[in-house]
């Protein structure tokens, strides 16, 4: 992830008004079933935790048990 953030940063465009424009690239991750056990809730801690990059650190990404193990803790379903 490290790697992409640099390359994303390294991109800039320049505008026809002259303007020079940089990238920059914020991410939340979250995995199954570590994170959540469906669908919904990895796409909810997903953003909470890409909401909490923006907040924190822009430009860099957050995982999601760094700052929550609300659903980690939770037995999976095979138990």
Do not use: C, W
């Not at 320049?14 to 990895?42: C, M, Q, V, W």
């Not at 997903?46 to 999601?64: E, I, P």
Request: hydrophobic share 30%; aromatic share 10%; charged share 25%.
């Amino acid at each position: 992830m490290d790697k992409l953030l640099k390359k994303v940063k390294s991109f800039s465009y320049d505008a026809p008004n002259g303007n020079k424009i940089g990238l920059g690239l914020s991410a939340g991750i979250a995995f199954y079933p570590e994170h959540a056990r469906t669908p919904a809730d990895l796409l909810h801690v997903s953003d909470q935790a890409l909401y909490r990059t923006k907040k924190n650190r822009r430009g860099s990404y957050t995982l999601a048990g760094e700052f929550t193990d609300q659903f980690s803790q939770q037995p999976s379903p095979e138990n």
